[in-house]
């Protein structure tokens, strides 16, 4: 066999499966991050008590492919692991919870705006086709459950300045385009129409379950350690299997130049090194305008806003009021939060009583939230005991998360990806930065399916 190499851009947890699956096909291969160590957005911190915190709620889950889930979760049948057959999720919403549903529940807004709604709702028929999040909503849910209800979250996720009739159905990341509305048997029956499915969740657990065996949807396998150190974990094991298979790892490194010919990539500098490394296949899971500058090509530019995510984590002398949820979604306008994970639920363990709370905003908004304004929250929502203590914690400052996803964002992603994709042959561009997709599981499949696709052309 020739000798083959294939570089790796980007060391999250997309460049490191990428790198596993490239070393079956390849001589070499190279896995190149800029930051000091790997895992991206799947690396924890531990706070002065020893609890360990992630970026967010990150429970991965198996994807239904035996190649990748091999890589993903080989020693999860250990004890080191916590299996979740099901997950478990609510929402805060009209002042109260709903621990049985993400989906805010329409009926605890003012009885005559409820009635009103479900009017609009029900004479919403068809499937819209608007690639606009506020129109779709419109034609959908309609005008008042879409001002009461998704303009508030929209508002709360992407910024109270964000251009909202512009954001695009693209980025697909919360689900909120579906509602709690009307009797929950008739919702279990206009749930069989495609347009009341796209807008309606289940009351009721039997009619879910009914549907799961009506549309013989497999049940997903959850996993998160219980070795104390959060999803990090995950990505300790992921690279330490990426070293076995002799994959070189360069951390603190970035690519200055991309040399291509007959629209192959041939070759690619390093900026700090200045080490050349030749390349006959090249997987880029950072953002493609790099790539593009480092070609020698002008990459697309517009109004690309990127929100920060301003993470309380959060460690308790008293374990938390909820035992049962793994994470929870904070769809009432009241509070700044949008998201909270809750460790000891997703480990199976108490050793701690903590939990993270997740909000997005602009960098200059970072200062204006204060842990005990967020503690606060937390005790008049009923999550935290009025007499628990916050014994440590920890504030993390992510900047780059979430993008807005306005028309221009996708129109200037769009056109990077297929630049960089059209003008060299053995480039697979991929990951959260694609924009093709974002959440984990379908960043790996998505992966996973391109280099095949790739590897088994060329
Ligand atoms: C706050 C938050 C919460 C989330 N919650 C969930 C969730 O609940 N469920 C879920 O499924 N997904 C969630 N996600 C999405 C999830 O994080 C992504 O699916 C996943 O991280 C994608 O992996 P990736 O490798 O593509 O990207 P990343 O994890 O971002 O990794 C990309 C890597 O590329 C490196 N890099 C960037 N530029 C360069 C360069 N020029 N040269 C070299 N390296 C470079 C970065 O340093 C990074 O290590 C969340 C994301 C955020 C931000």
């Known amino acids: 066999m020739a000798n083959t190499q294939a570089v790796v851009v980007g060391g999250g947890i997309c460049g490191m499966v990428a790198a596993l699956l490239l070393k079956q096909r390849f001589t070499n291969v190279v896995l190149i991050e800029q930051a000091d160590t790997v895992g991206g957005l799947f690396c924890s911190v531990k706070d002065s008590s020893g609890a360990a915190y992630d970026m967010g709620s990150h429970i991965p889950n198996a994807t239904g492919m035996a190649e990748l889930d091999e890589i993903l979760f080989a020693d999860t049948d250990t004890s ?28 605890k807004l003012p009885q005559d705006i409820y009635q009103q709604g479900c009017g609009e709702l029900i004479n919403h028929t068809d499937l819209p086709e608007s690639n606009l999040i506020y129109d779709y909503c419109t034609n959908s849910l309609g005008v008042v459950f879409t001002e009461s209800i998704v303009v508030p979250i929209l508002r709360k996720l992407y910024g109270q300045d964000a251009p909202l009739k512009s954001l695009t159905m693209a980025a697909g990341l919360f689900g909120f385009t579906r509602i709690l509305a009307l009797p929950a048997d008739v919702t279990a029956t206009l749930k069989q129409l495609p347009a009341f499915d796209a807008k309606l969740g289940y009351q009721r657990e039997a009619d879910f379950q ?17 070795t104390g150190e959060g999803i990090g974990y995950w990505v300790t094991q992921l690279q330490k299997r990426v070293e076995r298979a002799g994959i070189e790892i360069i951390t603190s490194e970035r690519v200055a130049n991309i040399a291509h010919h007959d629209k192959k990539v041939t070759s690619l500098v390093l900026a700090n090194s200045e080490r050349v490394l030749d390349c006959d296949f090249l997987f880029w899971s ?13 990459p697309a530019r517009g109004l690309v806003t990127l929100r920060t995510a301003l993470i309380f984590h959060l460690n308790f ?16 306008p009241s509070s700044a939060i949008f998201r909270l994970t809750l460790y000891p ?8 009583n903590h939990l993270s709370a997740e909000i997005l905003c602009s960098p200059d908004e970072v200062d204006s939230f204060t842990q005990s304004e967020i503690i606060q929250q937390l005790v008049s929502m009923g999550v935290v005991d009025p007499q628990a203590k916050c014994v440590s914690g920890q504030t993390q400052v992510i900047n ?33 930065f694609s924009g093709k997709c974002w959440r984990q599981a379908e960043v790996l499949i998505e992966a996973y399916e391109s280099i095949m696709q790739a590897t088994d052309a060329s």
């Open 400 to 432: 780059n998360t979430f993008p807005v996803p306005t028309t221009e964002f996708q129109a200037v992603n769009q056109q990077n990806y297929e630049t960089l994709s059209n003008c060299v042959d053995n480039v697979v561009v991929s990951g959260r």
């Open 345 to 352: 639920n997703l480990t199976g363990q108490s050793n701690h």
């Open 317 to 332: 002398d008293r374990p938390l009021l909820d035992n049962k949820s793994h994470y929870l979604w904070v769809w009432d």
């Open 210 to 226: 009914q549907r799961k065996v009506q549309d013989n949807l497999s049940e997903v396998t959850y996993y998160y350690p219980t």
């Open 80 to 107: 080191s692991w916590h299996k979740i057959a099901r997950l478990c999720s609510g929402n805060y919403f009209g002042g109260s919870w709903d621990l049985n549903s993400p989906f805010p529940d329409a009926s």
């Open 286 to 298: 950072a953002p493609p305008f790099i790539a593009l500058a480092a070609m020698g090509l002008t």
